[in-house]
């Protein structure tokens, strides 16, 4: 017994470790994400996120004035500026060769070839002085390594929800969500309750038809559909796309609320029938309350389905820019901003805080209604 005790306990270790591993692994890129898209460019190029608290260091090639414009001072000829420009800044080094861009800490005195002297100050303040009266030509390269302190800016959010027209979209994604989640759960709530606790004529073979349809990959369907609804006159618009989600959602939906349902209480069912209750009231007093993991847990699946999704939208809603929904806009902030991160990771997390939102909120209902719906039938 005491073996046994032991082992278990390691499974019970093992197991928590696996499943604080898994969290870890879809956490993390998560949470970098979230502060990438607090971060502007240059933090993002000169570091990464798990560095954000710290000052970021970055190599910068300045280029002076031209040598022209020095002014004369004394028996010398001076060149003042700052690196920075108008910004702000911190110097870590300087240098003269990209070979050396750090060989000199700030305050120090560079000698260059031609005589010449620099001076690169904390602050970013430099000072070129010249032997002799420059001839004209390209102003001199300084090499500076900066450390910027960590910042973080709402200017991303800004600019993907007002000028990238991220804001439309998530108000176009929400018109298509709502009404695409909550129109199957009502329609396989009452098919449910049918093919569980009605008797007719075929039942089993529509709920061998609906599992059937399970299988059918939604890729098949979308040319028969959309010539279906060009053949009704169902054009591409919001009408046509909530048809469209509800029939690729209401095989799922039917099944799993149909097993969660046949697994309730034969004898409540049978103690309101007695009372004199009609299937409606059996299936709006008793069934829909008791069957709310179940429909907590289609719902969860059913939006996040649909809030990703980008093919359906694509071919029964169209791209104009005031129907795209979130995912062609971040589809097309991908072509066109490949390089501009911030933008991206401010995008990404607009998406997905929605689903985020919808996930935590009913988490607690997801695993007690798949396990209710998979485990027992009738």
Same mark, same amino acid.
């Given at each position: 017994?005491?073996?046994?005790?032991?082992?278990?306990? *390691?499974?019970?270790?093992?197991?928590?470790?696996?499943?604080?591993?898994?969290?870890?692994?879809?956490?993390?890129?998560?949470?970098?994400?979230?502060?990438?898209?607090?971060?502007? *460019?240059?933090?993002?190029?000169?570091?990464?996120?798990?560095?954000?608290?710290?000052?970021?260091?970055?190599?910068?090639?300045?280029?002076?004035?031209?040598?022209?414009?020095?002014?004369?001072?004394?028996?010398?000829?001076?060149?003042?500026?700052?690196?920075?420009?108008?910004?702000?800044?911190?110097?870590?080094?300087?240098?003269?060769?990209?070979?050396?861009?750090?060989?000199?800490?700030?305050?120090?005195?560079?000698?260059?070839?031609?005589?010449?002297?620099?001076?690169?100050?904390?602050?970013?303040?430099? *000072?070129?002085?010249?032997?002799?009266?420059?001839?004209?030509?390209?102003?001199?390269?300084?090499?500076?390594?900066?450390?910027?302190?960590?910042?973080?800016?709402?200017?991303?959010?800004?600019?993907?929800?007002?000028?990238?027209?991220?804001?439309?979209?998530?108000?176009?994604?929400?018109?298509?969500?709502?009404?695409?989640?909550?129109?199957?759960?009502?329609?396989?709530?009452?098919?449910?309750?049918?093919?569980?606790?009605?008797?007719?004529?075929? *039942?089993?073979?529509?709920?061998?038809?609906?599992?059937?349809?399970?299988?059918?990959?939604?890729?098949?369907?979308?040319?028969?559909?959309?010539?279906?609804?060009?053949?009704?006159?169902?054009?591409?618009?919001?009408?046509?796309?909530?048809?469209?989600?509800?029939?690729?959602?209401?095989?799922?939906?039917?099944?799993?609320?149909?097993?969660?349902?046949?697994?309730?209480?034969?004898?409540?069912?049978?103690?309101?029938?007695?009372?004199?209750?009609?299937?409606?009231?059996?299936?709006?007093?008793?069934?829909?309350?008791?069957?709310?993991?179940?429909?907590?847990?289609?719902?969860?699946?059913?939006?996040?389905?649909?809030?990703?999704?980008?093919?359906?939208?694509?071919?029964?809603?169209?791209?104009?820019?005031?129907?795209?929904?979130?995912?062609?806009?971040?589809?097309?902030?991908?072509?066109?901003?490949?390089?501009?991160?911030?933008?991206?990771?401010?995008?990404?997390?607009?998406?997905?805080?929605?689903?985020?939102?919808?996930?935590?909120?009913?988490?607690?209902?997801?695993?007690?209604?798949?396990?209710?719906?998979?485990?027992?039938?009738?």
């Amino acid at each position: 017994m005491e073996g046994m005790a032991g082992t278990r306990s *390691r499974l019970v270790w093992a197991v928590n470790l696996a499943a604080l591993l898994l969290v870890l692994l879809w956490t993390i890129p998560t949470l970098g994400l979230l502060i990438s898209s607090f971060r502007d *460019r240059d933090q993002i190029s000169a570091s990464g996120w798990w560095k954000a608290a710290l000052p970021a260091e970055q190599n910068v090639i300045f280029r002076a004035p031209p040598p022209e414009t020095a002014v004369p001072e004394g028996a010398a000829w001076v060149l003042d500026g700052n690196v920075f420009g108008e910004g702000g800044g911190s110097v870590a080094a300087f240098g003269l060769s990209a070979r050396e861009p750090k060989a000199f800490a700030p305050g120090d005195t560079a000698t260059g070839r031609a005589g010449d002297t620099l001076t690169v100050a904390g602050d970013g303040a430099f *000072r070129i002085t010249y032997p002799q009266a420059p001839e004209a030509g390209r102003g001199d390269r300084i090499f500076v390594t900066t450390t910027t302190p960590p910042r973080l800016t709402l200017e991303n959010y800004e600019t993907v929800i007002v000028a990238q027209g991220l804001g439309r979209a998530f108000l176009n994604t929400f018109t298509v969500t709502i009404p695409a989640t909550v129109i199957p759960i009502l329609i396989a709530a009452f098919a449910a309750y049918a093919l569980a606790w009605m008797r007719f004529p075929g *039942r089993a073979l529509i709920l061998a038809c609906i599992v059937g349809l399970l299988v059918v990959p939604l890729q098949m369907t979308l040319i028969p559909l959309l010539r279906l609804h060009n053949a009704i006159g169902l054009d591409k618009g919001y009408l046509g796309i909530w048809l469209a989600h509800t029939a690729f959602g209401l095989p799922m939906a039917v099944y799993l609320l149909r097993n969660y349902i046949a697994g309730l209480p034969r004898e409540i069912i049978e103690s309101a029938r007695v009372d004199g209750a009609t299937d409606f009231e059996i299936f709006r007093r008793i069934v829909l309350p008791l069957s709310f993991p179940a429909l907590a847990s289609f719902a969860i699946f059913q939006f996040l389905w649909v809030w990703n999704d980008l093919l359906v939208a694509t071919v029964f809603l169209g791209n104009a820019p005031d129907q795209l929904v979130m995912t062609g806009v971040l589809r097309e902030l991908l072509g066109s901003l490949g390089g501009e991160w911030e933008i991206l990771a401010a995008s990404a997390f607009v998406s997905i805080s929605m689903p985020l939102l919808v996930f935590f909120g009913l988490q607690r209902y997801l695993v007690r209604g798949l396990l209710a719906g998979s485990v027992k039938g009738g």
